[in-house]
């Protein structure tokens, strides 16, 4: 019997195509409108979030929750809503855009590198705050934090710098604000997955095909799902910054702590509670990110600090693998939690904000020194504090001890030291060098510095086994102790799977933190330390319930 088919075996339409090229022609018409769906809702929410706001809008007042006095420059709704030809002309007000920051510090780039980060960083969209034109001192400025009784939320002040790429859309602009991390999953895995049933179409499995359509439909679906869920509900202002190089910016964000908030907790939305979009009831949002010229922020910050009880500030400095919001967000929470009662400093550099852009954070943690080094140089200048204290983190170390080194190279040994406080907190630094090159400079800059490190961080295991040598943040036979330096090994303090974040996620390592940056106390004087020795230099252990193991070996 022949297998040769005849057209009396199969059926024809009118068009001469067969039945299975009639289902293939379904199958790939029914894929098509699956792709055309995401894109058609992707493109449809940018291009929502683009008619927010036109360019040269002024930012909404700000947040309603601050104390404003009959003293307050109060910024008025209303000067949102008018035309921008009338905001230009309205003598009260003045709108500080692009061309009023100052220019960028010199730097080894080619002026076609330079030419583009000035366009990436002068976008077309920038959202800033009305500023009065009589004098650069705002007299009863809103407190730091606002502690008002008639919200769920406490709303924090964090002054920032930053050397990232200004992102081409304002914060309002931002549809997906609680989970947008996980937007990009579903989307990109409901994307693969059609392509694997295109891939089976081709092959001619229709079975397959079929289940990989319907499979990457419900991802889609999900992904569209956290989309709608998601929407933020919650009013933003301000400028947004990118993983990539820019000019050093510096601005102020207001962030929302819920009244609810634990200590050593950012909270944020959770997939796994159903948690889709930003809640201020529940979760620390950042509200509003403003950029500043220098002058307006150095003469703010310098007001804010001179009202602040012991006229102190405190600079963070992340590490790998945080974007912007994150940063302040942090920031925040630390300053929530120690309690700091000073001025918040966040110092954020260009991190990819991903476990996969390591290389990219080292490249970008060096490329940032000269940035980070004349910062410090103008809070020890014209900030007016009578202590600057400096939280580093993990890579962000790295910046930080070349930044000081370069400041204290260059200092007038007989003045005052212009820093208090220094705090490495699981330094990602080579062990080595840190102690041939950074560690006396250190000392000398500052009135003391603590270094925390710990043998439960594997982040810093991974760094060790990617580098070959070990880390300062490392304990252990390689624990880093050296003069001047208080070392403290806190581990066994974090429970979590990598344990390198025990700087603000740990009650213990908070109160620690109060001791050393609030109360000015040192290792000697805070009673949850115990003292180690090795030969003739001292060391620290965090808790009396830690068992520790004195190291055979000591790097010094």
């Known amino acids: 019997m022949s297998t040769q088919r005849t057209t009396q075996d199969r059926e024809i339409d009118q068009h001469g195509r067969t039945a299975p090229d009639r289902g293939r022609t379904y199958v790939l018409l029914l894929l098509g409108v699956s ?29 309603e929750n601050f104390h404003h006095d009959a003293s307050t420059p109060r910024l008025d709704s209303s000067v949102s809503q008018q035309p921008p030809s009338q ?25 076609a ?10 976008g077309p969209v920038t959202e800033t705050l009305p500023m009065q034109r009589e004098s650069q001192q705002i007299p009863d400025m809103p407190p730091a934090i606002d ?108 962030v929302t702590v819920p009244r609810s908030h634990a200590k050593g907790v950012v909270e944020r939305p959770n997939l796994f509670r159903f948690e889709f979009r930003e809640n201020q009831d529940k979760h620390i949002v950042m509200t509003s990110a403003v950029e500043l010229t220098q002058s ?84 020890a200048r014209d900030s007016g504090a009578s202590s600057i204290n400096v939280i580093a983190h993990s890579m962000g170390n790295r910046a930080m001890v070349a930044a000081m080194s370069q400041i204290q190279s260059q200092a007038d040994p007989s003045a005052a030291r212009p820093f208090d406080r220094l705090v490495m907190a699981a330094p990602d630094v080579d062990a080595d060098r840190f102690v041939r090159d950074f560690a006396s400079p250190l000392a000398a800059i500052a009135n003391h510095v603590t270094l925390y490190a710990s043998s439960d961080d ?39 799977i990598l344990g390198h974040s025990y700087y603000g996620d740990n009650e213990a390592m ?17 009673a949850s330390l115990i003292t180690r020795r090795t030969g003739n230099l001292i060391y620290w252990q965090l808790g009396t319930d830690v068992q520790a193991q004195m190291p055979m070996e000591v790097r010094r």
């Not at 590198?113 to 002068?122: F, G, I, L, V, Y």
């Not at 007001?303 to 992340?318: C, K, N, T, W, Y």
């Not at 982040?459 to 003069?483: E, T």
Request: hydrophobic share 40%; glycine share 8%; proline share 4%.
């Open 35 to 63: 792709v055309v769906l995401q894109v058609g809702c992707g493109r449809a929410q940018h291009q929502e979030a683009s008619t927010q706001i036109a360019p040269g809008d002024a930012v909404a007042a700000p947040n």
């Open 87 to 111: 905001r230009s002309t309205d003598p009260s007000f003045e709108v500080f855009h692009e061309d009023a920051i100052t220019a960028p510090p010199t730097t080894m780039l080619s002026p």
């Open 113 to 122: 590198r330079t030419t583009a980060m000035q366009k990436t960083n002068n």
């Open 147 to 254: 502690d008002s009784r008639d919200a769920s939320y406490t709303t924090v002040e964090v002054f920032y710098a930053t050397d990232r790429a200004r992102g081409a859309m304002p914060l309002s602009a931002y549809e997906v604000t609680g989970q947008k991390q996980m937007f990009v999953v579903f989307s990109f895995a409901s994307v693969l997955i059609l392509m694997g049933a295109l891939a089976c179409w081709l092959r001619g499995n229709s079975k397959q095909t079929v289940f990989a359509i319907f499979t990457g439909l419900a991802t889609g679906c999900g992904a569209a799902a956290i989309l709608m869920s998601g929407q933020a509900n919650i009013e933003k202002h301000g400028v947004t910054y990118t993983s990539d190089r820019g000019i050093l910016s510096r601005g102020i964000c207001e």
């Open 296 to 379: 307006d922020f150095s003469s703010r910050l310098a007001h804010r600090i001179a009202g602040s009880p012991q006229q102190d500030a405190l600079v963070f400095i992340h590490g790998y693998n945080v974007d912007f919001e994150s940063a302040i967000q942090r920031t925040a929470q630390v300053s929530v939690d120690l309690p700091f009662e000073g001025v918040p400093i966040c110092y954020t550099w260009p991190s990819q904000g991903s476990l996969l852009g390591y290389t990219i954070d080292e490249n970008n943690s060096e490329w940032t020194i000269t940035h980070l080094r004349e910062f410090l140089l103008e809070l």
């Open 458 to 496: 594997q982040a810093l295991v991974a760094s060790k086994q990617v580098h070959g040598y070990p880390r300062a943040g490392d304990s252990g036979v390689d624990i880093v102790v050296v003069p001047g330096i208080e070392t403290v090994d806190v581990s066994g303090i974090d429970l979590s």
């Open 510 to 526: 908070l109160r620690e933190l109060y001791g050393v940056v609030r109360e000015r106390k040192s290792a000697p004087q805070r």
